[in-house]
């Protein structure tokens, strides 16, 4: 049985005290014995430290919103792996599609993302998904497998336990649009029967695969019962402890 994983991305959102008043409104309304869900979230780089500290005595991990694939050098605004991890980040998300689509991220350079962030023993949580005018070409799944295939190159079964893969329609993105929990689920199926074809059984069968998309409380129990879903990495409705806080308890 698979364990729903929760993600908040905050996106460029909250200064540094609405993130603390935030971290706080969270550890203050989740009753952490009954809990079964990982919880994680994911503020803006300039709050990760605060998160981190704030989040110590907890199950609550911090992940970052993305980082650069180079150690360290003359990369002006980018942020490495070791210094993710040197203020307590345990995840990253990578290859969020405001990534590829604002700053023309390529499945290549999320790759070596991804590549970089596991040799440095960081979890990722790397992001798939179609636009609206390529579901309605019904190209679908050669979006997800390209994607997929490219965005994994070289990742051995043995890394794969440090990804999560949060299956993210373009179009549903802040929309206020959700895809069907059939929609989702069929998604879902597909992105797990693929890894089984990449990899073997076993490793599609453990892989967390969470919905992203407008997941709000009022949807997140239907989402979350399919059986492909595996927790949901939540845009808007993270910004707000009490409706956060309602998707995780969705998840029990």
């Known amino acids: 049985m698979r364990k729903k994983v929760i993600a908040g991305n905050w996106k460029m959102n ?10 706080s409104g969270i550890k203050n309304s989740l009753d952490f014995s009954s809990v079964s869900a990982d919880v994680i979230v994911c503020p803006p780089f300039v709050s990760l430290e605060t998160a981190a500290e704030l989040t110590k005595e907890t199950p609550i991990k911090v992940g970052a919103q993305n980082m650069f694939y180079e150690e360290s050098g003359a990369f002006t605004g980018e942020i490495s792996a070791k210094m993710l991890k040197s203020v307590g980040c345990e995840y990253v998300i990578l290859g969020h599609s405001e990534r590829r689509a604002i700053f023309g991220e390529s499945n ?4 070596k993302k991804i590549a970089k962030a596991l040799s440095e023993e960081l979890n990722v949580i790397f992001c798939i998904g179609e636009t609206l005018e390529e579901r309605e070409k019904g190209i679908m799944e050669d979006v997800l497998r390209t994607q997929i295939t490219e965005g994994l190159a070289g990742i051995s079964a043995e890394q794969m336990k ?3 893969i949060a299956y993210e329609p373009v179009w549903a993105i802040g929309t206020g649009k959700t895809a069907t929990p059939e929609q989702a689920e069929a998604a879902h199926k597909f992105i797990r029967g693929l890894v089984a074809e990449l990899y073997d059984g076993a490793t599609a069968e453990n892989l967390t695969v969470q ?6 409380p009022n949807n997140a129990k239907e989402l979350l019962s399919q059986p492909n879903i ?9 910004l707000k402890a009490d409706s956060f806080v309602e998707i995780v308890k969705a998840a029990e």
């Open 14 to 23: 909250t200064d540094l005290s609405e993130a603390v008043e935030l971290i």
């Open 162 to 164: 440090n990804v999560i």
């Open 108 to 111: 290549e350079w999320i790759n």
């Open 211 to 216: 919905y992203g998309g407008s997941v709000k």
């Open 230 to 238: 595996d927790g949901a990495l939540v845009g808007g409705a993270a």
